[in-house]
């Protein structure tokens, strides 16, 4: 039986993302802080996210490996961004809590 590169990770790959993303949305909560400060701060970390964790790769070989590479490489990248958004959150004094 043979299992190709490609189909492994598109299957890690939709895996992780069903994983990671869950069912729950988080809110971020930090007392006396106006919806205006809230906006400004959540932009400015998702902002400096995207610039710590740029993402990119570069795959060569078949389509196929380069499709996987190029999958995993952007899932790693949002799995990235999203924990430094996270931490910049938190570095300006917001609690995360998840909705119900």
């Given at each position: 039986?043979?299992?190709?590169?490609?189909k492994?990770?598109?299957l890690?790959?939709?895996?992780?993302?069903?994983?990671?993303?869950?069912?729950?949305?988080?809110?971020?909560?930090?007392?006396?802080?106006?919806?205006?400060?809230?906006?400004?701060?959540?932009?400015?970390?998702?902002?400096?996210?995207?610039?710590?964790?740029?993402?990119?790769?570069?795959?060569?070989?078949?389509?196929?490996?380069?499709?996987?590479?190029?999958?995993?490489?952007?899932?790693?990248?949002?799995?990235?961004?999203?924990?430094?958004?996270?931490?910049?959150?938190?570095?300006?004094?917001?609690?995360?809590?998840?909705?119900?």
């Amino acid at each position: 039986m043979k299992t190709t590169l490609g189909k492994a990770a598109l299957l890690g790959g939709c895996f992780a993302v069903f994983t990671l993303t869950g069912c729950a949305q988080v809110v971020w909560d930090r007392p006396a802080t106006t919806q205006a400060e809230f906006s400004m701060d959540a932009a400015r970390c998702n902002m400096f996210s995207k610039q710590a964790a740029p993402g990119g790769v570069i795959a060569y070989g078949s389509p196929r490996f380069v499709a996987a590479a190029s999958l995993l490489s952007e899932l790693g990248t949002a799995v990235q961004q999203q924990s430094f958004y996270q931490d910049c959150m938190q570095a300006n004094g917001y609690i995360a809590r998840a909705t119900q």
